[in-house]
């Protein structure tokens, strides 16, 4: 699972459960579900995404910028869901 970039030497979070599916069981949170925690582990701090590109066009004036980046992400894998 692909996060935005987590600060420099995150091993480990915890993250809010926003649904949670049982079975036939659902929990639906407003805004998360009490009780409920999520674990992650981090598996590669930086991660880039692929490369977004920007043109700017100026018509009949033969004008044209391009700019681009790559957004920086962590790659996490979910551990446990405990209720």
Known sequence: LLVDLLQEGTKELT???LLVIDGDKTLIGMPT???VT??????????????IRVIRYKSKK?????????????KIE????KQ
């Open 62 to 74: 033969r004008v044209h910028k391009e700019n681009g980046h790559r957004q920086k992400y962590s």
């Open 15 to 17: 993250l809010d459960a």
């Open 78 to 81: 979910i551990t446990s869901i």
């Open 33 to 35: 579900v009490k009780g």
């Open 38 to 51: 999520v674990t992650a582990t981090v598996i590669d701090d930086l991660v880039k995404g692929d490369k």
